[in-house]
């Protein structure tokens, strides 16, 4: 991104700067009213039915294009009094330059675009893999556009800049929300650049009518994600204090499962713990009612039954069983006992190098005190029974407990040991 910065620079005869420009003082209260990232409402934690998610599309680099947000056009000395107003900021945006950030996005902006494009209308399946994953690396670069903004080090970035498109990105939302209202739907969850809405008997033709409706108004691309015939949004794990909600699972009307930030999409899930919520939702996705969903849910505790007692009567493989992390520091450099950070020692005592970035593999061992063992060391059977019955109870409780309750999962647990 940054040599993209520095030759629309180039060409424009402009001087690179060998040091960043300075930041500018900001009062405490101003920075906390500005720095408060993207837009999340808070869904309360039940089941929702009939929704229709929409997500702008690469909707940072885009504000930063259609506003033409970069450092140097951010409160400029030109455009004290006519420039374009930041919404909640009051900082003004440059009309008579073009700044070199916006100049350096458009180009993969618009081949993210056109890839796209070829991407959907490609007959070759090779072809449409190809364009499809150049798409997906020019997604990337964009994402980086942003963040780069707001670098201490990038020269034609600022801080103001960086809070400038996360105002413009709530405000978009925001504005997005009073368009779905005035359109009859309701909207039950935002995060940064998505949003999921809800009208009782809405058909897909309805949500691609309001789609269209706001990209006319607010002159952004949107994407029709689907509709779900139900989708379950949860409390967000490590604080429920805070909303950083990006935890749901739901069943969409064409058969597909989508779900983010449960156990299953997590690298450092075992296998055995994945196959059972994966099969879980397996079920509840042919679920079309709420008594059906509820019948599939109860369905769903004679699967974890099942999975309980592979680990108690130790049915399960090491394959089954790993759980890999990285390491990010040398595992000398560890304070508290981490797992990962022991089995890496014990691989070193083998002879192992272990640098921070590697991925270690271990099973939870170990009896009263927890430990783990990198399978190279393992010996059969020596899993620890009660860790891995905790993972399996936490991961049903994820998914069934907003449909049934805990109770249930709580008490086969309790019944098997
Ligand atoms: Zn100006």
């Not at 506003?67 to 919404?87: A, H, L, M, Q």
């Amino acid at each position: 991104m940054s040599s993209l910065q520095y030759y629309e620079a180039y060409k424009l005869g402009i001087l690179i700067p060998w040091t960043p420009r300075r930041e500018n003082y900001m009062s405490g209260r101003h920075l906390n009213k500005a720095d408060r990232g993207g837009l999340i409402l808070d869904a309360k934690p039940e089941i929702y039915w009939n929704v229709g998610e929409i997500d702008f599309k690469s909707l940072y680099p885009m504000l930063m294009y259609r506003y033409n947000i970069s450092g140097e056009t951010i409160n400029c000395e030109c455009c004290r009094d006519d420039g374009v107003k930041i919404p909640e900021l009051g900082y003004s945006i440059c009309r008579r330059w073009r700044g070199v950030v916006p100049r350096a996005i458009e180009l993969p902006l618009e081949k993210r675009l056109q890839y796209k494009k070829l991407c959907r209308e490609a007959a070759n399946p090779y072809l449409r893999c190809v364009y499809g994953r150049r798409a997906d690396a020019l997604k990337w670069i964009l994402v980086t556009a942003f963040g780069y903004l707001g670098f201490k080090k990038a020269k034609f970035g600022s801080r103001e800049a960086h809070l400038s498109v996360c105002a413009l990105a709530r405000d978009t939302l925001l504005k997005t929300i009073k368009i779905v209202e005035e359109s009859g739907f309701k909207v039950v969850h935002g995060l940064i650049d998505s949003l999921w809405i809800v009208k009782e008997d809405a058909v897909d033709e309805d949500y691609v009518k309001l789609v269209g409706i706001i990209e006319d108004r607010l002159k952004l691309p949107i994407s029709y994600e689907g509709r779900y015939k139900w989708i379950i949004f949860l409390k967000s794990k490590i604080n429920p204090f805070k909303p950083v909600n990006n935890r749901y699972f739901g069943a969409l009307f064409n058969d597909t499962l989508k779900y983010r930030g449960i156990e299953a999409r997590r690298r450092d899930t075992p296998l055995i713990v994945k196959e059972m919520q994966l099969q879980m939702l397996e079920k509840l996705s042919k679920a079309d009612t709420l008594r059906e969903l509820k019948e599939k849910a109860l369905e769903c505790l004679e699967l974890y039954r099942e999975y309980v007692k592979m680990i108690v009567l130790g049915g399960a493989s090491i394959e089954d069983l790993i759980i890999r992390r990285s390491l990010s520091r040398h595992t000398g450099e560890y304070v508290n006992r981490l797992l990962h950070a022991t089995a890496a020692r014990k691989l070193e005592s083998l002879g192992y190098m272990m640098e921070p970035g590697q991925s270690v593999r271990y099973l939870v061992t170990g009896g009263r005190w927890v430990s783990a063992t990198p399978p190279q060391l393992y010996r059969m059977g020596e899993y620890s029974t009660r860790e891995y019955l905790k993972m399996l109870e936490r991961s049903a409780k994820t998914i069934l407990e907003p449909i049934i309750g805990g109770e249930k999962i709580s008490s086969i647990t309790l019944k098997i040991i």
